[in-house]
Protein backbone atom coordinates (compact mmCIF):
# COMPACT_ATOMS: atom_id res chain seq x y z
CA UNK A 1 0.00 0.00 0.00
CA UNK A 2 2.48 2.12 0.75
CA UNK A 3 4.33 1.82 -2.22
CA UNK A 4 1.98 1.95 -4.03
CA UNK A 5 1.17 5.87 -2.46
CA UNK A 6 4.73 6.62 -3.27
CA UNK A 7 4.54 5.44 -6.75
CA UNK A 8 1.73 7.29 -7.35
CA UNK A 9 3.30 10.47 -5.70
CA UNK A 10 6.10 10.25 -7.77
CA UNK A 11 4.05 10.47 -10.94
CA UNK A 12 1.63 13.03 -9.36
CA UNK A 13 5.61 15.20 -8.97
CA UNK A 14 6.18 14.65 -12.03
CA UNK A 15 3.08 15.84 -14.07
CA UNK A 16 3.59 18.85 -11.73
CA UNK A 17 7.12 19.71 -12.44
CA UNK A 18 7.24 19.23 -16.31
CA UNK A 19 5.08 22.39 -16.73
CA UNK A 20 7.50 24.30 -14.55
CA UNK A 21 10.48 22.97 -16.30
CA UNK A 22 8.93 24.02 -19.25
CA UNK A 23 8.44 27.33 -18.58
CA UNK A 24 12.35 27.52 -17.18
CA UNK A 25 13.21 26.56 -20.33
CA UNK A 26 10.97 28.82 -22.66
CA UNK A 27 12.12 31.51 -20.18
CA UNK A 28 15.78 30.85 -20.60
CA UNK A 29 15.16 30.12 -24.53
CA UNK A 30 13.80 33.64 -24.71
CA UNK A 31 16.32 35.74 -22.67
CA UNK A 32 19.06 33.77 -25.05
CA UNK A 33 17.39 35.20 -27.84
CA UNK A 34 16.68 38.87 -26.47
CA UNK A 35 20.32 38.55 -25.39
CA UNK A 36 21.32 38.13 -28.66
CA UNK A 37 19.56 40.65 -30.35
CA UNK A 38 20.36 43.60 -27.73
CA UNK A 39 23.05 45.29 -27.99
CA UNK A 40 23.54 47.08 -24.52
CA UNK A 41 21.98 44.63 -21.27
CA UNK A 42 22.16 45.75 -18.00
CA UNK A 43 20.37 45.31 -14.49
CA UNK A 44 18.85 48.52 -12.91
CA UNK A 45 16.59 50.08 -10.18
CA UNK A 46 13.92 52.35 -11.66
CA UNK A 47 14.21 55.70 -10.20
CA UNK A 48 11.61 58.21 -12.57
CA UNK A 49 8.89 57.59 -14.64
CA UNK A 50 7.99 60.06 -17.85
CA UNK A 51 11.47 61.95 -17.70
CA UNK A 52 14.99 61.40 -19.58
CA UNK A 53 18.57 61.31 -17.78
CA UNK A 54 20.16 64.08 -20.49
CA UNK A 55 19.31 67.41 -22.32
CA UNK A 56 18.29 66.12 -26.08
CA UNK A 57 16.14 63.05 -25.34
CA UNK A 58 12.37 63.52 -26.07
CA UNK A 59 10.99 62.96 -22.81
CA UNK A 60 7.79 61.13 -23.44
CA UNK A 61 5.36 58.90 -20.71
CA UNK A 62 7.46 55.80 -22.24
CA UNK A 63 10.35 57.53 -21.25
CA UNK A 64 12.17 56.18 -17.59
CA UNK A 65 15.14 56.66 -15.72
CA UNK A 66 16.38 53.85 -14.56
CA UNK A 67 19.74 53.41 -12.24
CA UNK A 68 22.33 50.86 -13.30
CA UNK A 69 23.20 48.40 -10.62
CA UNK A 70 25.30 46.09 -13.21
CA UNK A 71 26.42 46.18 -16.98
CA UNK A 72 25.97 42.87 -18.83
CA UNK A 73 26.93 43.73 -22.23
CA UNK A 74 27.96 46.33 -24.19
CA UNK A 75 29.57 47.87 -26.91
CA UNK A 76 33.38 48.73 -26.29
CA UNK A 77 32.49 52.11 -27.38
CA UNK A 78 29.72 52.87 -25.12
CA UNK A 79 30.40 54.42 -22.05
CA UNK A 80 28.10 52.70 -19.48
CA UNK A 81 28.99 51.76 -15.70
CA UNK A 82 27.64 50.83 -12.67
CA UNK A 83 25.56 54.53 -10.59
CA UNK A 84 24.86 55.86 -14.23
CA UNK A 85 21.52 57.19 -14.63
CA UNK A 86 20.26 55.75 -18.44
CA UNK A 87 17.15 56.75 -20.31
CA UNK A 88 15.40 53.53 -21.33
CA UNK A 89 12.14 53.90 -24.03
CA UNK A 90 10.00 50.85 -22.96
CA UNK A 91 7.25 48.84 -24.29
CA UNK A 92 4.89 49.29 -21.31
CA UNK A 93 5.17 52.38 -19.13
CA UNK A 94 2.65 50.97 -16.86
CA UNK A 95 4.70 47.80 -16.03
CA UNK A 96 7.32 49.80 -13.90
CA UNK A 97 7.33 51.71 -10.61
CA UNK A 98 9.98 53.85 -9.05
CA UNK A 99 12.22 51.18 -6.98
CA UNK A 100 11.86 48.63 -9.10
CA UNK A 101 14.53 46.33 -9.82
CA UNK A 102 15.20 44.57 -13.49
CA UNK A 103 17.35 42.95 -16.09
CA UNK A 104 16.81 45.46 -19.69
CA UNK A 105 17.54 44.32 -23.10
CA UNK A 106 18.01 47.21 -25.01
CA UNK A 107 19.15 48.55 -28.01
CA UNK A 108 21.15 52.01 -28.55
CA UNK A 109 19.37 55.20 -28.94
CA UNK A 110 21.16 58.40 -28.21
CA UNK A 111 24.46 59.22 -27.49
CA UNK A 112 25.37 62.13 -26.31
CA UNK A 113 26.34 63.17 -22.31
CA UNK A 114 24.41 60.17 -21.56
CA UNK A 115 23.13 56.94 -22.62
CA UNK A 116 19.98 56.35 -24.22
CA UNK A 117 18.11 52.65 -25.03
CA UNK A 118 14.97 51.76 -26.58
CA UNK A 119 13.72 48.46 -24.49
CA UNK A 120 13.79 45.35 -26.18
CA UNK A 121 12.36 43.17 -23.23
CA UNK A 122 12.70 42.75 -19.96
CA UNK A 123 12.67 40.45 -16.60
CA UNK A 124 11.88 41.60 -13.31
CA UNK A 125 14.25 40.28 -10.44
CA UNK A 126 13.12 38.03 -7.76
CA UNK A 127 11.99 40.00 -5.09
CA UNK A 128 12.95 43.12 -6.73
CA UNK A 129 16.18 42.24 -5.90
CA UNK A 130 19.84 42.07 -8.27
CA UNK A 131 19.38 39.12 -10.02
CA UNK A 132 20.38 35.94 -7.63
CA UNK A 133 23.71 33.77 -8.94
CA UNK A 134 22.56 31.00 -10.89
CA UNK A 135 19.19 32.27 -11.16
CA UNK A 136 17.64 32.41 -14.82
CA UNK A 137 18.11 35.65 -14.96
CA UNK A 138 21.38 36.01 -12.94
CA UNK A 139 24.77 37.19 -14.21
CA UNK A 140 26.32 33.69 -14.08
CA UNK A 141 23.46 32.35 -15.96
CA UNK A 142 24.07 35.20 -18.77
CA UNK A 143 27.59 34.83 -18.96
CA UNK A 144 27.09 31.21 -20.14
CA UNK A 145 24.20 31.99 -22.49
CA UNK A 146 26.39 35.12 -23.91
CA UNK A 147 29.35 32.60 -24.55
CA UNK A 148 26.82 30.31 -26.81
CA UNK A 149 25.47 32.95 -28.43
CA UNK A 150 29.07 34.98 -28.96
CA UNK A 151 30.29 31.45 -30.19
CA UNK A 152 27.52 31.29 -32.75
CA UNK A 153 28.11 35.02 -33.31
CA UNK A 154 31.56 34.44 -34.19
CA UNK A 155 31.07 31.48 -36.70
CA UNK A 156 29.00 34.03 -38.72
CA UNK A 157 31.34 36.78 -38.53
CA UNK A 158 34.18 34.44 -39.66
CA UNK A 159 31.74 33.26 -42.29
CA UNK A 160 30.74 36.31 -43.53
CA UNK A 161 34.30 38.02 -43.55
CA UNK A 162 36.63 38.20 -46.63
CA UNK A 163 39.88 38.31 -44.18
CA UNK A 164 40.04 36.94 -40.72
CA UNK A 165 44.03 38.07 -39.42
CA UNK A 166 45.96 38.71 -36.30
CA UNK A 167 47.72 42.05 -36.57
CA UNK A 168 48.90 45.60 -35.44
CA UNK A 169 48.14 48.81 -36.29
CA UNK A 170 50.88 50.93 -37.44
CA UNK A 171 49.27 53.79 -37.80
CA UNK A 172 46.09 56.42 -38.09
CA UNK A 173 44.90 59.00 -39.89
CA UNK A 174 42.07 60.90 -41.56
CA UNK A 175 41.00 59.49 -44.41
CA UNK A 176 38.83 62.07 -47.18
CA UNK A 177 37.14 60.46 -50.07
CA UNK A 178 39.28 61.26 -53.66
CA UNK A 179 37.32 64.00 -55.79
CA UNK A 180 37.29 61.11 -58.67
CA UNK A 181 35.31 58.94 -56.44
CA UNK A 182 33.55 61.70 -55.10
CA UNK A 183 30.83 61.15 -57.34
CA UNK A 184 29.91 57.47 -56.01
CA UNK A 185 30.06 58.32 -52.37
CA UNK A 186 26.64 58.50 -51.18
CA UNK A 187 26.00 61.71 -48.82
CA UNK A 188 24.47 61.07 -45.36
CA UNK A 189 23.34 63.25 -42.36
CA UNK A 190 25.18 60.66 -40.15
CA UNK A 191 28.76 61.67 -41.30
CA UNK A 192 31.36 59.08 -40.73
CA UNK A 193 33.88 60.79 -39.76
CA UNK A 194 36.13 58.32 -42.01
CA UNK A 195 39.96 57.46 -40.53
CA UNK A 196 42.18 54.96 -42.01
CA UNK A 197 44.31 52.84 -40.39
CA UNK A 198 47.80 50.93 -41.79
CA UNK A 199 47.72 47.02 -40.34
CA UNK A 200 50.85 45.52 -39.96
CA UNK A 201 49.81 41.51 -40.62
CA UNK A 202 51.54 39.38 -38.25
CA UNK A 203 49.31 35.87 -39.38
CA UNK A 204 46.27 35.25 -41.54
CA UNK A 205 43.45 33.02 -40.45
CA UNK A 206 40.97 33.19 -43.25
CA UNK A 207 41.53 34.89 -46.79
CA UNK A 208 44.80 35.65 -49.07
CA UNK A 209 47.68 37.23 -47.73
CA UNK A 210 48.06 40.84 -49.14
CA UNK A 211 51.04 42.35 -50.63
CA UNK A 212 53.94 43.61 -48.53
CA UNK A 213 51.95 41.87 -45.07
CA UNK A 214 50.25 45.56 -44.66
CA UNK A 215 46.70 46.61 -45.32
CA UNK A 216 44.57 49.68 -45.22
CA UNK A 217 41.34 49.12 -42.47
CA UNK A 218 38.75 52.02 -42.94
CA UNK A 219 36.78 53.22 -39.87
CA UNK A 220 34.65 56.06 -38.86
CA UNK A 221 35.78 57.65 -35.49
CA UNK A 222 32.39 59.73 -35.78
CA UNK A 223 29.93 58.91 -32.15
CA UNK A 224 26.88 60.06 -34.09
CA UNK A 225 24.35 57.21 -33.70
CA UNK A 226 24.70 55.33 -37.14
CA UNK A 227 28.78 55.01 -36.17
CA UNK A 228 28.68 54.61 -32.36
CA UNK A 229 29.10 50.69 -31.92
CA UNK A 230 31.49 50.64 -34.24
CA UNK A 231 35.32 49.73 -33.57
CA UNK A 232 37.82 52.70 -33.42
CA UNK A 233 41.27 51.72 -34.06
CA UNK A 234 44.53 53.62 -32.42
CA UNK A 235 48.11 52.95 -33.34
CA UNK A 236 49.96 49.76 -31.73
CA UNK A 237 46.59 48.62 -30.96
CA UNK A 238 46.79 44.84 -31.76
CA UNK A 239 44.38 41.88 -32.20
CA UNK A 240 42.28 40.17 -34.21
CA UNK A 241 40.99 41.87 -37.58
CA UNK A 242 37.20 40.74 -39.09
CA UNK A 243 37.52 42.49 -42.46
CA UNK A 244 35.63 42.87 -45.63
CA UNK A 245 36.30 44.90 -48.60
CA UNK A 246 35.25 48.61 -48.58
CA UNK A 247 31.89 49.34 -49.93
CA UNK A 248 30.62 51.80 -47.64
CA UNK A 249 33.51 54.80 -47.95
CA UNK A 250 32.90 55.50 -51.14
CA UNK A 251 36.19 54.02 -52.71
CA UNK A 252 37.02 50.72 -52.46
CA UNK A 253 40.68 51.03 -53.37
CA UNK A 254 43.58 52.89 -51.16
CA UNK A 255 47.56 53.37 -51.71
CA UNK A 256 50.25 51.31 -49.09
CA UNK A 257 53.90 51.85 -50.00
CA UNK A 258 53.22 53.17 -53.48
CA UNK A 259 50.29 50.05 -54.42
CA UNK A 260 47.07 50.50 -54.95
CA UNK A 261 45.39 48.16 -52.83
CA UNK A 262 42.30 46.79 -51.98
CA UNK A 263 40.48 48.60 -48.90
CA UNK A 264 39.22 47.28 -46.06
CA UNK A 265 36.48 47.79 -43.24
CA UNK A 266 35.76 46.51 -40.00
CA UNK A 267 32.26 48.31 -39.25
CA UNK A 268 30.58 46.35 -36.56
CA UNK A 269 30.87 45.53 -32.80
CA UNK A 270 32.94 42.49 -32.44
CA UNK A 271 34.85 42.62 -35.74
CA UNK A 272 37.89 43.50 -33.65
CA UNK A 273 38.91 40.92 -30.79
CA UNK A 274 41.61 41.18 -27.97
CA UNK A 275 44.82 38.32 -28.68
CA UNK A 276 43.14 36.69 -25.70
CA UNK A 277 40.43 34.80 -27.92
CA UNK A 278 43.01 34.06 -30.43
CA UNK A 279 42.33 29.76 -29.46
CA UNK A 280 38.78 30.38 -29.58
CA UNK A 281 38.78 31.94 -33.03
CA UNK A 282 41.11 29.06 -34.80
CA UNK A 283 38.70 26.93 -32.44
CA UNK A 284 35.86 27.83 -34.06
CA UNK A 285 37.76 27.98 -37.82
CA UNK A 286 38.47 24.18 -37.67
CA UNK A 287 33.87 23.57 -37.25
Given at each position: ?????????????????????????????????????????????????????????????????????????????????????????????????????ATFYTEGWIFGSGVAVKEMGHDFNPGGGVPAEGSPTGQ????????????????????????????????????????????????????????????????????????????????????????????????????????????????????????????????????????????????????
Open positions: MNSSLSFLAGILSTVLLVPSAARFLEGQNNQAALAKQSSIVFSGTVSQLGAVSFVGVPQSPQTIVVRVDSVLKKPAAVSLKKGDNVTVEVKDPSAFQPGAQPALGQMQKQISDQDLQDRIASSDLVVIGRITDVHRWTIPKSAAARYHVSEHSADWHEAVLQIKSILKGTKPKGNKMAVRFPLSRDVAWVNSPKFQKQQQGIFFLKKDQVSGDPTASIGGYQVDAYTSLKPGDWLPLSDEARVRSLLKN
